[in-house]
């Protein structure tokens, strides 16, 4: 049973940085994911941040772009996403995301939610100015 599971975040101050983790497990036959990170506030959809191919290609969102940084673990699945300069409009709950796949990915922005199979339960990030 494939398990997805968040850790790191928490409460900073405006311009600080947090770094979230998410590890992957319970499919070793799997050798190639999509991963990626999605965060939601209540009231509104939840949204692709970052994806990270299995080829090693990473899309962000345009308003993360230069203040988050994804990187993988080169010998296990985790994932981690590296946040500077975080503001209020960060504030969010941040969710992880894998699908099995080998695709690459073109588009200029994270692909959808639906494209993934598992996820976490979320890890909460609170920005105060």
């Known amino acids: 049973q494939v398990q997805v599971k968040e850790f790191g975040g928490g409460s900073v101050e405006a311009g600080g940085s947090l770094r979230l983790s998410c590890v992957v497990s319970g499919a070793p036959w799997e050798r190639y994911w999509l991963l990626s990170w999605f965060r939601q506030v209540p009231g509104k959809e939840r949204e692709g941040v970052a994806v990270l191919t299995a080829d090693g290609h990473i899309v962000y969102k345009h308003s993360v772009k230069g203040r988050f940084a994804v990187s993988k673990d080169s010998t296990e699945n985790i994932l981690h996403l590296h946040m500077n300069n975080l503001q209020p409009e960060d504030s969010a709950m941040y969710y992880c995301?894998?699908?099995?796949?080998?695709?690459?990915?073109?588009?200029?922005?994270?692909?959808?939610?639906?494209?993934?199979?598992?996820w976490g339960e979320g890890t909460e990030v609170s920005v105060s100015s």
């Open positions: 995301a894998a699908e099995p796949s080998r695709a690459t990915m073109t588009a200029a922005t994270p692909p959808p939610e639906r494209l993934f199979k598992y």
